[in-house]
């Protein structure tokens, strides 16, 4: 089946500083990603659309400039953290099409900003 | 953003016992996906259900899709330890590819 590589899963970074975390879809090509956060005990909440060869598209209430979302190739995309602070502390989880309507979601990332 | 209604909350149950759980929306939604979330984990998907009316079953798992279009519910039968977790409803509108998740229910098995 479809698998969708998230990296890291872990990282915790120093106040200002910035993050990048990598989505990759292993087996199959996406031209479409998604980038999730999920605060403790809560659900996933939708904070970008990540398109192949063009820009994000942003969710209402999501700061592009702060978190950089990169599609450069078919199999990859990227979310920068950018001058990270303590209230971005969350758990971040891509997902990607695999098909016209399948999603297949990554295994997250657990960002701690100290 | 939006979220779906999902109930319950959490559940607490024993080793063998039938679960069930729904999710409403307000809006049509073309697609209805159930997931289940381990701690620390992405959500792995459960069911997927594409036509109103549509009644789907993975193993112990059942999930319907609901004739109005604005529901689906997961019923999970004979419960074992491995059940324990997070499982979210999301439904996708006609013409977006964007899901909206529901607000969970976690499942807990007492001893």
């Known amino acids: 089946g479809a698998v969708v590589s998230q990296h890291p899963s872990r990282v915790i970074c120093k106040s200002g500083t910035s993050v990048k975390i990598e989505c990759r879809s292993l087996d199959f090509q996406a031209t479409t990603m998604f980038w999730y956060r999920q605060f403790p005990k809560q659900s996933l909440m939708l904070m970008a659309t990540s398109n192949e060869g063009s820009k994000a598209t942003y969710e209402q209430g999501v700061e592009k400039d702060k978190f950089l979302i990169n599609h450069a190739s078919l199999t990859l995309s990227t979310l920068t953290v950018t001058s990270a602070h303590p209230e971005d502390s969350s758990f971040y989880i891509c997902s990607a099409m695999d098909s016209p309507y399948g999603y297949t979601f990554g295994s997250g990332t657990r960002l701690t900003v100290v | 953003g939006q979220q779906l209604n999902q109930s319950p909350q959490s559940m607490f149950i024993q080793e063998g016992e039938d679960v069930s759980m729904n999710c409403t929306s307000s809006s049509i939604f073309n697609t209805w996906l159930w997931y289940k979330q381990d701690p620390g984990e992405g959500p792995v998907l459960l069911i997927a259900l594409y036509k109103a009316g549509e009644l789907t079953s993975n193993g112990r798992l059942t999930a319907q899709f609901g004739i109005t279009r604005k529901d689906s519910f997961l019923n999970i039968s004979a419960s074992i330890p491995s059940d324990v977790g997070i499982y979210f409803c999301?439904?996708?509108?006609?013409?977006?590819?964007?899901?909206?998740f529901g607000t969970g229910t976690r499942l807990t098995i007492i001893p």
């Open positions: 999301a439904g996708r509108p006609f013409g977006n590819e964007k899901l909206t």
